[in-house]
Structure formats: structure tokens, C-alpha cells
């Protein structure tokens, strides 16, 4: 059984009004598959994970979801961005419960399950904590923790671990492979770090930004996890990364 | 190795004692340049410099602000001092409330119909600039003289800013905490009450500490104009009666109310919206 949605875009692009158009076209995403977006800055990631969450709007083509065509508030799919995804004017219990407050709890049971959730990731002491009083890492946890209590068929992730320092990074790494098995959860993810992408994903979808968006290649990584970033493969694939985002430098950048 | 643990560990006490010595040292200032000024104009009436019938000196000025006889105005029209502090205090309030409630409902309208923004705004950034005191003859004609007409004048002072600030703070709220509110699935209400509201309520407080002064300033034009109470109309009786003495503390007490009633919203503020210090 497998909870996870599948993710098709059809013809997808949008025009931004500073002119910038973002022309992704087709692009197909199993069923509780691990997805990463890489391409350098400014190609169009976060334009089609929003599109992907409902947020934005396509202005050609469309998506489907398990095959059908949606339009408005994309259903069943959890967000989390880089930094600020808690509220801070909340706790973090707050934080938490307000998304289960819109899944059919009042606020006395929102609040239990808020808690019992922060100390299943053993942050249960700071349930009254502000975000302020947060490290980043924590606060990602919180913020991982309430996506998964929307118990979200498609997980967006976008830079979700780039402000974190690299130790705090490796075991969220984990927490999230943990959570994506457990899920079943479709996951599509935005990262930077080269190693992150080859440690998690399945496969690698690389965006060209000259022009935006476009889809330039999509590797496979059919490796066993946990993976060993020194394994010789791994390298090998990080080099071949690393090429082609030096290509798109050097097109971007006139070199 | 100890020592540095032990280093790192004391920071954070040590950056906190400054903070209250800091504030104790503010107030020490302050005080002191009181002292300084009040002195100064003693001895210089004392010594001649000044003529303290047109400039009581400190000596006399303060025993008689709390003698009881700071009153004009005599039978029914009799006003003492604390009582015109709080009518004026009264109709502040009034006007402050009903023109930031109004202003907030107009931040919201505009927030939510761009077409009402395009219309509403324009007329209101047309309007916001103009000063209360010319507010008061078309005030007069309208509404007459009276209470109401320095609560309408303050409301006017109010309106203006009080709905630009709170249009201005609602556009600058970070998209993201509207994206993720969606994708919570909030409903509308919820993206008000529980996002909004509190992403703008820091500013919201300073915008309504700035509003104070303003309608601190508006209701004393407003209440010079022919209305026979508040602290407005004892500063101009007494001027028109030559009693210096209640002038200088008329001016003075509406000097150190505006001052304490702007270190309370700022307290207030401070403590409702800790989250943003
Ligand atoms: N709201 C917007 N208005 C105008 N241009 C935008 C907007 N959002 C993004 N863009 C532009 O679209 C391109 C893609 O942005 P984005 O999807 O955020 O890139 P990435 O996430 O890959 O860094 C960028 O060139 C950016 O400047
Ligand atoms: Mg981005």
C-alpha cells in the first residue's frame, strides 16, 4: 500500500511581472518516490514547489495529482521552507496545534496531540517555548513534526536543512528518511548541498536556469540506503553534479 | 578548557545586569536634567533675569499645582485641574479607540478588495497629512462646539496615519507566514486572528504610541475652540485671566501626562508582544 500521491506536470510554466518566465514543462514524480530539485539559484525551484502545493498558480499547462487535474488549494500536501515556518508570535505547542485545529480537533484535543507530537521528538520541555528560544534545528523539527501530523500525501521541502550547521544537518537527514519510509509519503525536496541530494534521493532532477526551469537531466540513484558519501559511486555521481552546475555558472555568468 | 566552559556560560548574565543599570542610569539623566532646568529658572528669577510674573519660577508654580486652587472658571463652569486632565484624558481615548478601530477596519477592507484599496487609499493619503488644528473649524461647522467636536478632532489626528501605518504593516508582513497559514489549511478568519493581527501588532503599538502624540496635541486645539472643560480651555481661561501660575502648570501637566501615558504603551506594548524584542 502505498499512501504516497503522484505528481505530474503537464506544459507547466509561469510568467512572473518582472518579466521572468519560468518554463518547466513535463515532469513526473512516483508515487512515495524521493525527488530532488537542484539547480542553481534563481532557476525556478521554490516557483514549482509552490505551483506543486497550490500556492502559485501556472500560467500555462497544469498539474495532475494521482492523474487528475487540480486547480486552487492543492489537498494533502505539507510544506516546509528553509527558515520561519513557525509562527513566532506562538509557542511552539501553538505552532503545532493550529494546524490540527483545521483536521476536525477543537482546541483542548489539538493542544494534547500538539504536545504528545513534541514529545515524540523529545522536545517536550519546550512546548511553551517561543521560536526565538529555539535553536534552527529544533524549530525544523517542530516543523517537520507538524507536517507529519497533516499526515500529507506529498511532502515539499524546500532548502529545508540549508541554515543548519552540518551535524544538525546528518541527523536530520536521518529524522526525514525515517519519516518518508514510515509516511509512505510522495517527497519532492530542494537542496543545495550536492551530498544531501546523493545520501536521499532516488532520483535527481536537474533544473537548467538559462532558460528557467528547464528540466536539463534526471539521474537515478538506485543505491541501498544509508549510502556512504565517500563510496566510490557517490563521487563519481558528485562530480557529474558538480559539472553540470558549473555549466550553468558559466552560462549564467558569461565566463 | 574549565575557564572558557565558564566564560561562555556567564555571558549570558553578564549582558543582562547592564540592561537594568542601563535604564536605572536613563533615569538618573532624566531626573537630573529636570533638576538642572528647574534650578536654573529659580535662580534665574530669583536673581532677577526673569520677571516671574510672566514666567512663575518652580517656587511658586509647584506648591500651587497641588494647593487645590489650580481652578478657573467659577459655580457650574468651576474646573480644577485633575478633573480638566481627565476630560481631556476621556475624550483622548475616545478618539484614539474609535479612530484606530476605524482605521483598523478600513486596513482590513483594503487588505481584502483591491478594488476598495485603490478607491479608499488614495483619499486617505490625501487626508492623513492635513493637521488636526485645521480639522477644527470644519469640525465646528458640522458637529458644533462641545465634547464631542474634540473627540471628533482627535478621530480626524487619528484616522489618517493610524490606517497608512497599519496598511503599510500588513503589506510587509514575510508572504511565507501567509503561505504556510494556506497550507495549514487556515481559514480566512484564522489567517486574521492568528496571523495578521499578531505579525502586525508590534508595529501596530508604536503606530499607536505616534497616534497618541498626535491626538494628545489634536484635543488641546480641539478644546481651545469654545468648549468649556478639559485642559484646553484651562490653559486658555487662564491665559485670558493673566493667571501665569495655572498657564505654566496646565502646560506642564500636559507635558508629564503625554510623557507617562507614552512610557505606559510602550510597557504595554512591550509586554504583549514580547515575541518581536
Ligand atoms: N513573485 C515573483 N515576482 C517576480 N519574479 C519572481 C517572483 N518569484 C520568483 N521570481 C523569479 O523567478 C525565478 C525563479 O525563482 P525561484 O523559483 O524562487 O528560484 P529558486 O528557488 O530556484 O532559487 C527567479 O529568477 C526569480 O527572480
Ligand atoms: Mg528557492
Known amino acids: 500500500m502505498s499512501r504516497g500521491a503522484t505528481l505530474s506536470f503537464r506544459g507547466l510554466s509561469k510568467q512572473f511581472e518582472g518579466g521572468t518566465r519560468v518554463e518547466v514543462g513535463d515532469l513526473d514524480i512516483k508515487a512515495a518516490s524521493f525527488t530532488v530539485l537542484l539547480g542553481r539559484s534563481g532557476c525556478g525551484k521554490s516557483t514549482l514547489l509552490n505551483i506543486a502545493a497550490g500556492l502559485q498558480q501556472p500560467s500555462t499547462g497544469h498539474l495532475l495529482y494521482d492523474g487528475q487535474a487540480v486547480s486552487g488549494n492543492q489537498p494533502d500536501s505539507a510544506l516546509i521552507f528553509q527558515q520561519n515556518n513557525l509562527f513566532p508570535w506562538m509557542s511552539a505547542v501553538e505552532n503545532i496545534a493550529i494546524a490540527l485545529l483545521n483536521r476536525g480537533l477543537d482546541r483542548e484535543a489539538a493542544t494534547r496531540r500538539a504536545e504528545q507530537l513534541l514529545a515524540d521528538v523529545g522536545l517536550a520541555e519546550f512546548a511553551r517555548h517561543r521560536p526565538a528560544a529555539l535553536s534552527g534545528g529544533m524549530c525544523q523539527r517542530i516543523a517537520l513534526a507538524r507536517a507529519l501530523a497533516l499526515e500529507p500525501r506529498l511532502l515539499l521541502l524546500d532548502e529545508p536543512f540549508s541554515a543548519l550547521d552540518a551535524q544538525t544537518r546528518r541527523l536530520m537527514q536521518d529524522q526525514l528518511l525515517r519519516a518518508w519510509n514510515t509516511s509512505g509519503a510522495t517527497v519532492l525536496m530542494v537542496t543545495h548541498d550536492l551530498q544531501e541530494a546523493l545520501l536521499l534521493a532516488d532520483r535527481i532532477v536537474l533544473m537548467a536556469s538559462t532558460p528557467h526551469g528547464r528540466i536539463a537531466q534526471i539521474l537515478e540513484i538506485d543505491l541501498p540506503r544509508p549510502r556512504q558519501v565517500r563510496s566510490a559511486q557517490l563521487l563519481d555521481l558528485q562530480e557529474r553534479l558538480d559539472a553540470f552546475l558549473t555549466h550553468e555558472t558559466r552560462l549564467a555568468e558569461h565566463f | ?277
Open chain 2, 1 to 277: 578548557m574549565n575557564q572558557a566552559v565558564l566564560t561562555l556560560s556567564r555571558q549570558p548574565d553578564a549582558r543582562r545586569a547592564p540592561r537594568y543599570l542601563g535604564a536605572l542610569r536613563d533615569t538618573l539623566w532624566f531626573l537630573l536634567a529636570w533638576a538642572l532646568l528647574i534650578g536654573a529658572w529659580e535662580l534665574a528669577v530669583q536673581s532677577g533675569w526673569l520677571d516671574g510674573r510672566v514666567l512663575p519660577p518652580p517656587s511658586v508654580t509647584l506648591p500651587y499645582a497641588f494647593s487645590g486652587e489650580a481652578v478657573v472658571g467659577f459655580g457650574q463652569q468651576r474646573s480644577g485641574l485633575l478633573e480638566a486632565l481627565l476630560v481631556t484624558l476621556l475624550r483622548v481615548s475616545g478618539g484614539l479607540l474609535a479612530g484606530s478601530l476605524v482605521a483598523l477596519l478600513l486596513a482590513v477592507i483594503t487588505t481584502e478588495v483591491k478594488l476598495l484599496r485603490r478607491l479608499i487609499l488614495p483619499l486617505v493619503q490625501t487626508l492623513a497629512p492635513i493637521s488636526p488644528v485645521a480639522w477644527v473649524p470644519f469640525t465646528i461647522a458640522v458637529i458644533g462646539i462641545g465634547g464631542q467636536a474634540a473627540v471628533f478632532v482627535v478621530f480626524l489626528a487619528v484616522l489618517g496615519t493610524m490606517t497608512l501605518s497599519l496598511v503599510a504593516a500588513l503589506d510587509a508582513i514575510d508572504p511565507q507566514y501567509l503561505n504556510i497559514a494556506r497550507n495549514l489549511r487556515c481559514t480566512r478568519q484564522q489567517i486574521w486572528l492568528r496571523v495578521r493581527l499578531p505579525a502586525i501588532a508590534p508595529s501596530a503599538m508604536t503606530s499607536l504610541r505616534m497616534a497618541f502624540f498626535g491626538a494628545w496635541m489634536a484635543v488641546l486645539a480641539g478644546e481651545m475652540a469654545g468648549i468649556n472643560s478639559g485642559l484646553g480651555y484651562m490653559i486658555i481661561m487662564a491665559q485670558q485671566m493673566y493667571n501665569m501660575p495655572l498657564v505654566m502648570v496646565g502646560v506642564m501637566t500636559i507635558g508629564v501626562v503625554g510623557f507617562v501615558v507614552d512610557r505606559l504603551m510602550l510597557l504595554l506594548g512591550r509586554r504583549l508582544t514580547g515575541w518581536a524584542s
